[in-house]
């Protein structure tokens, strides 16, 4: 009797966090259908895509042994298990019980594992692992968990997500749930999906990763931006990856 | 400099092929600014030649409006085996090059 009532409130809770979303799974739009038909194509283009001189580098340094174990990450990890693996992430670290996202995972690999410096943020060879590994998961569809642990985390990502900010007063929900597929001068608004980065946008003609988009929109609304690796973020990327549920990663996207 | 080159690897003679070049670099303008204000100074690659065989069969004089990380693409025809090599030059002197091998039947 009990594990029924259990079962209905898990039941009520699911359908409760359905009822949640702004955005019906049904409508869900990777940021590439917002894009004229050009930078499409150039993100389809396997060998055109500027996004790939990344992914090269980091299958590069996938395989070169680093740190004081001077262990390379394929020293530990086969190529085949990494496959899907980005699409569960942000996640939490089982043995510290944090909230990590991929760069996260890379850097603690990196100072726990084979004694190495963590990569900077926004550094070449951090969005070149980054994008090497979302890479191995293209297609794969967004499955990060919100259970747990994690729950905290979305909650705070989600009040972040609504929480308006700068000058403009604007949150994320005002654009991005409210208004996608609206112009906003000459671009028109995406639903601010996670899917393709790390990717390369036009406007900063290289690679950066989402929390550098983040900072972005946040620039864009005069709204203080935070410092790389900060919590908000995190528990944001979180949100955004629930969000974004079932959307196939993309990575190395390109974007305006 | 990275740089990624796509040619076919096997062509028949005489066959029009299509040769793709990318090239990791921050073709930077001369026109922005750093966060003290201070001018950057202009670093394009301003010369990108491919050689076949020995021959250059193409050759482009790149400035500052093309942008980065450029992405060149043209025709050329098959005639022997051989490579395609691939060289560049920026305005800070570093130069680059890659090369490729073609086989070539008939």
């Known amino acids: 009797m009990r594990r029924l009532a259990l079962a209905a409130v898990a039941l009520a809770a699911g359908v409760a966090l359905a009822q949640e979303r702004a955005i019906a799974p049904g409508?869900?739009?990777?940021g590439s259908a917002f894009l004229g038909s050009d930078l499409r194509a150039l993100q389809n283009d396997d060998f055109a895509n500027p996004g790939m001189l990344w992914v090269e580098r980091g299958e590069k340094l996938w395989r070169e042994p680093a740190g004081k174990e001077n262990l390379a990450c394929a020293g530990c990890h086969k190529d085949t298990s990494m496959r899907g693996v980005a699409a569960s992430y942000p996640k939490i670290d089982k043995a510290s019980g944090k909230l990590l996202n991929l760069e996260g995972r890379i850097n603690l690999c990196r100072t726990e594992r084979i004694g190495a410096e963590p990569l900077r943020y926004e550094s070449e060879d951090l969005l070149a692992l980054t994008a090497y590994l979302a890479r191995q998961s293209l297609g794969a569809p967004i499955a990060a968990s919100i259970a747990g642990a994690a729950r905290a985390h979305f909650e705070a990502g989600r009040a972040s997500y609504h929480l308006r900010r700068g000058q403009m007063n604007l949150s994320c929900a005002h654009c991005h749930d409210a208004q996608w597929g609206k112009r906003l001068l000459s671009e028109t608004i995406s639903q601010g999906h996670p899917n393709a980065y790390p990717a390369y946008r036009m406007e900063w003609q290289t690679m950066g990763s989402l929390e550098r988009r983040l900072r972005a929109c946040l620039s864009g609304i005069r709204a203080e931006?935070?410092?790389?690796?900060?919590?908000?973020?995190?528990?944001?990327?979180?949100?955004?990856?629930?969000?974004?549920?079932?959307?196939?990663i993309e990575t190395p996207g390109v974007r305006r | 400099m990275a740089a990624r080159i796509q040619i076919p690897r096997e062509a028949r003679r005489g066959e029009v092929i299509e040769v793709r070049i990318l090239i990791q670099h921050p073709m930077e303008t001369g026109y922005r600014h750093d966060d003290v204000g201070h001018l950057i100074k202009r670093n394009v690659i301003n010369v990108l030649s491919c050689r076949y065989n020995g021959v250059e069969v193409f050759r482009a004089d790149l400035s500052s409006g093309i942008s980065a990380n450029p992405y060149v693409q043209f025709y050329t025809v098959a005639e022997a085996s051989g490579d395609l090599e691939f060289t560049w030059a920026d305005d800070e002197g570093q130069r680059g090059s890659e090369r490729q091998a073609i086989v070539v039947k008939g």
């Not at chain 1, 409508?27 to 990777?30: A, G, I, N, R």
């Not at chain 1, 990856?241 to 959307?247: N, V």
């Open chain 1, 27 to 30: 409508e869900l739009k990777s």
């Open chain 1, 225 to 248: 931006m935070l410092p790389y690796g900060s919590q908000e973020y995190l528990d944001l990327e979180l949100y955004l990856a629930w969000r974004a549920q079932g959307l196939p």
